[in-house]
């Protein structure tokens, strides 16, 4: 008995089938009326054009004489020789390529959170010694671009992988090398351009044609049991460099209030030298000036001193003018204030000058 095989009611669709007969039949007439070398110089041409190729935007090329690399190609349609000749291989050089270290991102879920789809820790990964004996939970995302194409391909076997490798040695050895106070607070970011460069320097080093473009701590935090206390020490050191800052700042507020004060009272204090440099000048020319006319008429020129100084210390009281012996008759003193302005002052107060000295 013939059993019935699951593909033996499988037919072609009708259009199908119609294009193969038609091709069937258009090959044997083909080969019944062409000459017999047509056929074995349309092989070699459709070998020759075999040898086409497209290089996209944003990759490379990679020409290769029986398996060794000998050229590299930019984007658009190139040629080289057929297989077995010449090969090629396309490398896209402009795609962004990420590595995950101490977690994946997927939905397997979150091993932080059971249930939940998302990122997932990766412990034998994430757990890493600090330099002062600390362990840590770190989670490192590196973005890359390949760099050389040739070795990419060519120079190390699975390049990405070494790269994944790598970033994990770099890591530990730049977090090993600090304490955990400083990985999670004000280092963070140096360490992440240490890990940065220590990579590059071990891609380099194994030739692997890669260039690390990005690499950004996501975690760092103590293990789950210590966390919190963690937290609250993280915290403390925030509130103290922000107390650092305010008091930087508000010195950065009084010291220049400070010293404008201090320029305002030396630029007053010279201006006060000044105003009584200049008038100590002028009392002295003047005393010069009243020592001429002295010298001049010395009898008139004491009498008027003493009389303006009279004025000047008793100017609410009645006076009276007597003479130096007591003898002479009492002259009271004459409004010289009021009487300044008149045609007879000059003579008022020579008389009164003459008066008080007896005469003389």
Not at 154 to 172: G, I, Y
Request: net charge negative; aromatic share 6%.
């Amino acid at each position: 008995m013939n059993r019935q095989g699951p593909y033996d009611d499988f037919r072609l669709p009708d259009e199908i089938s119609q294009a193969a007969e038609r091709f069937q039949r258009w090959g044997e007439r083909f080969s019944s009326g062409a000459p017999r070398w047509l056929l074995p110089v349309l092989g070699l041409l459709l070998w020759l054009a075999s040898g086409l190729y497209v290089v996209g935007p944003g990759e490379r090329g990679v020409v290769m004489l029986f398996g060794r690399a000998v050229e590299q190609t930019e984007p658009g349609l190139r040629y080289r020789f057929p297989t077995p000749i010449q090969s090629h291989e396309l490398v896209d050089i402009a795609q962004v390529r990420r590595a995950e270290i101490g977690f994946r991102s997927g939905a397997e879920g979150n091993l932080r959170n059971p249930g939940r789809g998302g990122d997932y820790a990766v412990p034998q990964e994430a757990l890493m010694l600090t330099g002062d004996e600390n362990i840590v939970d770190v989670q490192l995302f590196v973005q890359y671009r390949v760099q050389d194409s040739v070795k990419f391909l060519f120079a190390t076997h699975q390049p990405e992988a070494v790269l994944h490798t790598s970033a994990q040695v770099a890591l530990r050895s730049i977090v090993g090398q600090n304490s955990i106070d400083y990985t999670m607070t004000e280092g963070r970011v140096e360490v992440q351009e240490q890990v940065k460069t220590n990579l590059q320097k071990l891609l380099d080093t194994y030739h692997t044609g890669l260039l690390v473009t990005e690499a950004r701590l996501l975690v760092v935090d103590p293990p789950g049991e210590v966390r919190d206390a963690f937290h609250d020490v993280v915290r403390a050191l925030e509130d103290r460099e922000r107390l650092v800052k305010e008091a930087e700042g508000y010195r950065e507020d009084v010291v220049p209030k400070a010293r404008g004060e201090a320029a305002q009272m030396v630029q007053h204090s010279e201006g006060y030298k000044a105003q009584r440099v200049i008038r100590a000048k002028g009392d002295a020319e003047r005393f010069d000036s009243v020592l001429r006319e002295y010298h001049k008429a010395k009898t008139i020129t004491r009498d008027r001193l003493y009389l303006e100084s009279m004025e000047r210390v008793l100017p609410s009281l009645d006076k009276v003018i007597v003479s130096r012996d007591g003898k002479g008759d009492v002259l009271p003193l004459l409004p010289l204030r009021n009487i300044a302005t008149a045609p007879s002052a000059g003579d008022a107060v020579a008389a009164a000058a003459a008066t008080a000295t007896g005469g003389k």
